[in-house]
């Protein structure tokens, strides 16, 4: 049974930092692409950051430079560090594991940021 545990959300001021861990289970870890995507309330989901099985990183515009995606294949987990949060970065977020025959996502977690 495949699983996607996300943890690390949470309630933040502006400006500051969160991690988010993604623990997957039941699948060969090192050769899935993953990804953190998220979800405002009343907008669709989005890709946030993704990290390729061969390490390759990829980020949307908005987080550019404040946030990084990182793997661990030893521990089956892939990170989110996001740095100088922003209200507009509030939402569910989710882990995503993918190759060409499969897609798998995660419960998400919620970041909420306010002041």
Known sequence: QVQLVESGGDLVQPGGSLRLSCAASGIIFSVYNMGWYRQAPGKPRELVAT???????NFADSVKGRFTISKDNAKNTVYLQMNSLKPEDTAVYYCNAHNMW???WGQGTQVTVSS
């Not at 990290?51 to 990183?57: A, D, F, H, L, Y």
């Open 51 to 57: 990290v390729t099985s061969g390490g390759q990183t």
């Open 102 to 104: 499969f897609n798998y």
